[in-house]
Nanobody
């Protein structure tokens, strides 16, 4: 599967952004999907993940209550609605796909998009 993330940008603290990840190739519904992010000088970290049909969802504690992950298998698309953004949310955001299991670990994901930059100003 090929993944392409989009929707990043510059937003003020307290604002919102919606990231999208378009998938092509093998059936999108056969993949668990995740969002990860990497800030400058830091390791890549888990943000959220959603199971094949959306029945199970995981969030990092740092984004719980502010971010919402969703997917539309008919459109081969993954989304991340980000509200109440904080400067510490500034990072490159990546979407990722794994055919096997819902996981917090980036090692579990086999396929990655190119990333989209999110910058939150204070």
């Amino acid at each position: 599967v090929q993944l392409q993330a989009s929707g990043g940008g510059l937003v003020q603290a307290g604002g919102s952004l919606r990231l999208s990840c378009a998938a092509s190739g093998r059936a999108f519904s056969s993949y668990v999907m995740g969002w990860f992010r990497q800030a400058p000088g830091k390791e890549r970290e888990f943000v959220a993940a959603i199971s094949w049909r959306g029945g199970s969802i995981y969030y990092a504690d740092s984004v719980k209550g502010r971010f919402t992950i969703s997917r539309d298998n008919n459109k081969n698309a993954l989304y991340l609605q980000m509200n109440s953004l904080k400067p510490e949310d500034t990072a490159v955001y990546y979407c990722a796909a794994d055919p096997n299991r819902l996981s917090y670990s980036d090692y579990a994901y086999d396929y990655w998009g190119q990333g989209t930059q999110v910058t939150v100003s204070s």
